[in-house]
T-cell receptor
Framework: GENVEQHPSTLSVQEGDSAVIKCTYSDSASNYFPWYKQELGKGPQLIIDIRSNVGEKKDQRIAVTLNKTAKHFSLHITETQPEDSAVYFCACFQKLVFGTGTRLLVSP | DAGVTQSPTHLIKTRGQQVTLRCSPKSGHDTVSWYQQALGQGPQFIFQYYEEEERQRGNFPDRFSGHQFPNYSSELNVNALLLGDSALYLC?????????????FGPGTRLTVL
């Protein structure tokens, strides 16, 4: 079945720095790649997604890049703020599989 | 708009018991998916309901079953509880069948099996 690896498991940055989270997947049939943010005590919230016919998508401080040949995709957060602190999950949809999560801590 | 709501918030059961969790989808949504999230892990897909039928299922045993009602709300039932069933159970709603439509998650039900 599909296997999704997510790195790093934890990431600590200073406010204003950039953060990058990477995921690799195994099923070449995967064609939809969302990213979710989960804050303590809440369900995951979709923050950005990308489909397989696009290589990059940007929404303000957040961007996602996709390399279908290498089967990996990344989340980029620029100008990080303390409120960006949360657990971030990547996911692949052909068969629905989530990554193991990255705990991002942004220090003021 | 209340968004996706789940009840109860927390639940404690003992091994062998049965449990029912409930979910009300976001207004305008007709599809409900259920996920199990173990501590420190990503959500794992259990199943998805659309038009009151189970349409897709993840790798979970038959002890996990569900139902969708005409008003699109849904229940997740787990029989013969095991210690390993302790987790956060998430419900997500969307419009239309499949996973490609944006899913809105509820806050989850924390189940503890003793």
């Amino acid at each position: 079945g599909e296997n999704v690896e997510q790195h790093p498991s934890t990431l600590s940055v200073q406010e204003g720095d950039s953060a990058v989270i990477k995921c690799t997947y195994s099923d070449s049939a995967s064609n939809y790649f969302p990213w979710y943010k989960q804050e303590l005590g809440k369900g995951p919230q979709l923050i950005i997604d990308i489909r397989s016919n696009v290589g990059e998508k940007k929404d303000q401080r957040i961007a996602v890049t996709l390399n279908k040949t290498a089967k990996h995709f990344s989340l980029h957060i620029t100008e990080t703020q303390p409120e960006d602190s949360a657990v971030y999950f990547c996911a692949c949809f052909q068969k629905l599989v989530f990554g193991t999560g990255t705990r991002l801590l942004v220090s003021p | 708009d209340a968004g996706v709501t789940q009840s109860p918030t927390h639940l404690i059961k003992t091994r062998g018991q049965q449990v029912t969790l409930r979910c009300s989808p976001k207004s305008g949504h007709d599809t409900v998916s259920w996920y199990q999230q173990a501590l420190g892990q990503g959500p794992q897909f259990i199943f998805q309901y659309y038009e009151e039928e189970e349409r897709q299922r993840g790798n979970f045993p038959d002890r996990f079953s569900g139902h969708q009602f005409p008003n699109y709300s849904s229940e997740l039932n787990v029989n013969a509880l095991l210690l390993g069933d302790s987790a956060l159970y998430l419900c997500a709603s969307s419009h239309g069948q499949g996973h490609y439509n944006e899913q809105f998650f509820g806050p989850g039900t924390r189940l503890t099996v003793l």
